[in-house]
């Protein structure tokens, strides 16, 4: 027995007609999210390995953007700890000067990452600066600990926190921040840079010289917290570097310096 052939305008016809027309917007939608997907993913190859950047990016510009970073990223904690927590509290890095390097290095990476999205939209932007900054907390974080059992922040027990060393809010901070960075700060120290020339005799002295200062200032911070993390496990001065530092540069200046640090020595 012949099946009977549908009437195009039957109601069973009818219902079949939506049905195809679903599964084919179905298809539709994947084939455009696949487009979409395929899209960002030739946005970032093209701006990663084809883009020459907004800022013309060299040892002059980079270095004076890590001091910069030091000295504005030094200011904003100060404060934000003091509006946020009330009262005044040294946070700065180094023995010397008022930097906190983190800021620093957050700056010089902050540029190099997203220097080639200038162009990207302000999401790219928002994620990617999220992913540098949350990595570069975590790694700091750990290395402070790793090397002198120093502990800065911890974050334990906060909403998306990996390890106590970087959490979600921190990472939407960063986030923000290297969108300001990106369509606030670049530009300014573009428009700033073009009127200085690097190449002068001036420029090269300064830049030599605080290149000096800071590479000192770092090295004798370092030796100086790793002999207060000896102290703090009870090793005594039997040389005459940790005499010298014993001296100089003691845990009670050393804690008034850097109050939001403490350090426990390596166990």
Same mark, same amino acid.
């Given at each position: 027995?012949?099946?009977?052939?549908?009437?195009?305008?039957?109601?069973? &016809?009818?219902?079949?007609?939506?049905?195809?027309? #679903?599964?084919?917007?179905?298809?539709?939608?994947?084939?455009?999210?696949? #487009?979409?997907?395929?899209?960002?993913?030739?946005?970032?190859?093209?701006?990663?390995?084809?883009?020459?950047?907004?800022?013309?990016?060299?040892?002059?510009?980079?270095?004076?953007?890590?001091?910069?970073?030091?000295?504005?990223?030094?200011?904003?904690?100060?404060?934000?700890?003091?509006?946020?927590? @009330?009262?005044?509290?040294?946070?700065? @890095?180094?023995?010397?000067?008022?930097?906190?390097?983190?800021?620093?290095?957050?700056?010089? &990476?902050?540029?190099?990452?997203?220097?080639?999205?200038?162009?990207?939209?302000?999401?790219?932007?928002?994620?990617? &600066?999220?992913?540098?900054?949350?990595?570069?907390?975590?790694?700091?974080?750990?290395?402070?600990?790793?090397?002198?059992?120093?502990?800065?922040?911890?974050?334990?027990?906060?909403?998306?926190?990996?390890?106590?060393?970087?959490?979600?809010?921190? #990472?939407?901070?960063?986030?923000?921040?290297?969108?300001?960075?990106?369509?606030?700060?670049?530009?300014?120290?573009?428009?700033?840079?073009?009127?200085?020339?690097?190449?002068?005799?001036?420029?090269?002295?300064?830049?030599?010289?605080?290149?000096?200062?800071?590479?000192?200032?770092?090295?004798?911070?370092?030796?100086?917290?790793?002999?207060?993390?000896?102290?703090?496990?009870?090793?005594? &001065?039997?040389?005459?570097?940790?005499?010298?530092?014993?001296?100089?540069?003691?845990?009670?200046?050393?804690?008034?310096?850097?109050?939001?640090?403490?350090?426990?020595?390596?166990?």
């Amino acid at each position: 027995m012949e099946k009977e052939s549908k009437n195009p305008g039957s109601p069973d &016809a009818e219902g079949d007609e939506p049905a195809s027309q #679903g599964a084919a917007s179905a298809c539709a939608g994947e084939t455009e999210g696949t #487009g979409l997907l395929r899209e960002v993913k030739q946005e970032v190859k093209a701006q990663v390995f084809h883009n020459t950047g907004y800022l013309r990016l060299d040892f002059f510009t980079l270095f004076w953007l890590f001091v910069g970073g030091c000295v504005f990223g030094l200011v904003v904690e100060t404060a934000f700890h003091a509006i946020v927590y @009330g009262g005044l509290e040294s946070r700065a @890095g180094l023995v010397w000067g008022p930097f906190s390097p983190i800021y620093g290095v957050g700056a010089v &990476a902050l540029t190099l990452f997203l220097n080639r999205f200038y162009h990207s939209h302000n999401l790219v932007i928002f994620l990617v &600066a999220m992913v540098v900054g949350s990595a570069l907390e975590y790694v700091t974080s750990w290395g402070m600990e790793f090397f002198w059992g120093a502990i800065a922040w911890d974050y334990t027990g906060t909403f998306g926190s990996i390890n106590g060393r970087t959490n979600f809010a921190f #990472g939407m901070m960063w986030g923000l921040l290297g969108l300001v960075w990106v369509r606030v700060i670049l530009p300014m120290v573009k428009q700033a840079f073009s009127h200085v020339d690097a190449k002068s005799a001036l420029a090269r002295a300064l830049t030599a010289a605080m290149t000096v200062f800071l590479a000192v200032d770092v090295v004798v911070t370092v030796l100086a917290l790793d002999r207060e993390g000896q102290r703090a496990v009870g090793v005594p &001065a039997a040389t005459w570097e940790q005499r010298f530092f014993d001296e100089h540069f003691p845990d009670s200046f050393l804690q008034s310096r850097m109050q939001n640090m403490s350090v426990y020595g390596k166990k």
